[in-house]
């Protein structure tokens, strides 16, 4: 049994074609990635998906790492088996464990690059930090949604999901490439100098909260009635006058959406693989929080050398 720091995982969604190109180009150029020090496993999380250029074959690896799921020998479904094999061999008890979790994503939607933290644990939360301290990047807190569960990173330790966009589904495209390698850079140098007792976590952390998300208004027949409004279009993460004109019919006419208070932005916008699961968008609230005390020895307790 061998353990590693950070399993570094890309085409969790098959049709995700950059990071899994990433993580080929340093297999042939190993300079290419600056490892800090780190023991890494370099995944793809659903090979079957990837050579067949879809997203999943029988139903959403990255929705299929609830407990229960796992722990359900009935369940024999394509990804809840690949799902097993990733927690047996690279989980906190596999054959070769890791502690983090790095999931590499794109999407269509004009998002740029952004981490997704499930839940509020300490030491993702501090991992979050650092890397927004480095880069920038926004955070999008992904929790109280009964309807999207059973994410990959919940099932280590610590980890994070890395989304880039916007790129077209199955399309390679060197910046987003270069944007994803960036963000993974950042984290592995982040980790490294918790490890070695380096660095400081920022004075705050801003996140952007999930409320809920909404669909485009259907006829009864199941047909979009409008879409996306135009003057929401690539305005993920900003403020908008617009926003609670979130869709327009079409004769021109914009559709008001009663819209919780607290909502400041929305995300995943017209995010095309979001379609089947009845979400055209994400409002989120956006907060800034202190950093806490026990988020860096959260972190420090588990990648310490």
Known sequence: MTASDVLLIAATHGNEVNAAWLLEQW???????????????????NPAARNANRRYIDRD?????????????????????????????????????CCVALDLHSTTAAMGSCLVLYGR??????????????????VYLHEADAAQTGFLVERWPCGLVIEVGPVSQSLLDARIVRQTRLAVEACLSALSEIRHGLGRLPRQLVVFRHLSSRDLPRHQGGQPAALVNPAVLGRNWLPSPSTALLFQTAS???????????????????????????????LTAREVWP???????????????
């Not at 299929?64 to 796992?70: A, I, K, N, P, T």
């Open 121 to 138: 644990r300490p030491a993702d939360l501090a991992l979050a930090a650092m890397v927004q301290g480095k880069l920038g990047l926004p």
């Open 291 to 305: 950093v806490e005390p026990t988020w860096r020895p959260a972190l420090e307790q588990l990648i310490g050398s």
């Open 252 to 282: 021109g006419g914009d559709l008001p959406v009663a819209l919780p208070p607290e909502a400041s932005a929305a995300v995943f916008i017209n995010e095309a693989a979001y379609a089947e699961k009845g979400i055209a968008l994400s």
């Open 61 to 97: 690896l990255n929705r299929s790492f609830q407990q229960e799921r796992l722990d359900d020998p009935n369940e024999q479904d394509h990804e809840t088996v690949r799902a097993r094999e990733l927690v047996q061999r690279y989980g906190p008890s596999g054959q070769q464990s």
């Open 27 to 45: 297999q042939q150029q190993p300079a290419l990635l600056d490892h800090h020090g780190l023991g890494l496993q370099r995944v793809i999380g």
